[in-house]
Nanobody
């Protein structure tokens, strides 16, 4: 089992920045690819960003590319999502997720391929 706990959400004005943190515990953090998904009210949970083990490759949804940066600190069992130039449409609950490292990179963007999920953290972008 891997337990994931997100933090860092909150209310921010358009154009502002936030950094989300996902702390992992339980089984070893190694050999897990990590992802961030988000779910806006009334919508399905959607892929935002992912990073492979041990951190060589990153992937982003087109909607966040160039504004969000995913990173990981394996010594601290932590994954981060730095969000810049935030827009009202970025408002959502953000979830951290983990899946066993897999050579098929397409799996990183598939919600059903993740084995563990955090409880989510709310991000609201509004003036």
């Amino acid at each position: 089992q891997v337990q994931l706990v997100e933090s860092g959400g909150g209310l921010v004005q358009p154009g502002g920045s936030l950094t989300l943190t996902c702390a992992a515990s339980g089984r070893t953090f190694s050999d897990y690819d990590m992802g961030w998904f988000r779910q806006a009210p009334g919508k399905e949970r959607q892929f935002a960003a992912a990073i492979t083990w041990p951190g060589g490759s990153t992937y982003y949804a087109d909607s966040v590319k160039g504004r969000f940066t995913i990173s990981r600190d394996n010594a601290k069992n932590t994954v981060y999502l730095r969000m810049n130039s935030l827009k009202p449409e970025d408002t959502a609950v953000y979830y951290c997720a983990a899946q066993r490292a897999n050579p098929n990179r397409a799996y990183l963007m598939v919600r059903g391929k993740y084995d563990y999920w955090g409880q989510g953290t709310q991000v609201t972008v509004s003036s």
